[in-house]
């Protein structure tokens, strides 16, 4: 069961923080949305919802990083994505209305906004580019798992690692230096990687100068050099 931290009737400005999906709406669906949507916070660490949840809502990231992962019955974890400021997520359970695949978890204190699934699907009727815009959203997701797989699949590890830190480290264009805020056993679970040959792999780029390596912190120094790795894949 989730907990929120706090609820508030939600503005258009907070719409507008959250506008990758919703910067097409006309001003009328727009107050449609805001009537909808509410803003819920939660804490880092705190569970947004667990794989096998019913899907009752939609959201989308204001503030913070959300961490999707998934657990096997012999307690091992994968990370399968960080989702950052103005990305959606639980989408796929609530347009099919199946449960949840994965578990979301506050990466760090995040502001969320809410939709209920009743309230997207009557937003969609009368706006139906916005069901344009989450198929496009589906498209992309499988894009990057199928990416995923061709990397774990064919690509060597260095390529694999390299290729990892830079896409999660470049989906925060504003950020200088690109830095990620994450532990090594969360970049191996994304990389899909050992811990062991992910320690090796970073030691050895930190001694050439390439990154620097802090508590749960992974600054790029030299992105072309990690760029050009993960083009040897």
Do not use: Y
């Not at 667990?50 to 990370?79: C, P, Q, Y």
């Not at 590890?157 to 999660?168: C, D, P, Q, Y």
């Not at 690109?178 to 780029?205: C, D, F, P």
């Amino acid at each position: 069961m989730t907990t929120n931290l706090g609820r508030r009737s939600t503005k258009t400005s907070d719409v507008v923080r959250a506008q990758r999906l919703f910067q097409d709406l006309a001003p009328e669906a727009l107050d449609q949305l805001c009537r909808a949507a509410r803003l819920v916070r939660f804490s880092r660490g705190e569970t947004v919802f667990l794989k096998g949840d019913d899907a009752n809502a939609l959201f989308v990231v204001v503030e913070g990083a959300i961490r999707v992962s998934s657990g096997s019955t012999d307690g091992r974890t994968a990370m399968l994505n960080l989702i950052g400021s103005g990305e959606v997520f639980g989408e796929v359970a609530v347009l099919d209305g199946l449960p949840r695949t994965t578990d979301a978890i506050a990466h760090s204190d995040s502001v969320l906004l809410s939709i209920a699934r009743r309230d997207l699907f009557e937003l969609i009727d009368t706006q139906p580019q916005l069901m344009m815009k989450l198929i496009v959203l589906l498209c992309g997701r499988v894009r990057a798992t199928s990416q995923q797989v061709e990397w774990l699949m064919l690509q060597s590890m260095s390529a694999r690692l390299a290729g990892t830190i830079m896409r999660l480290a470049e989906r925060d264009t504003d950020r200088a230096p690109l830095r990620l805020q994450l532990t090594q056993q969360q970049v191996s679970e994304m990389a899909g990687m050992s811990r062991e040959s992910v320690n090796k792999l970073l030691a050895r780029w930190a001694s050439q100068g390439w990154i620097r390596l802090g508590p749960q912190t992974l600054e790029i120094v030299q992105p072309d050099a990690l760029h050009a790795v993960a083009g040897e894949g």
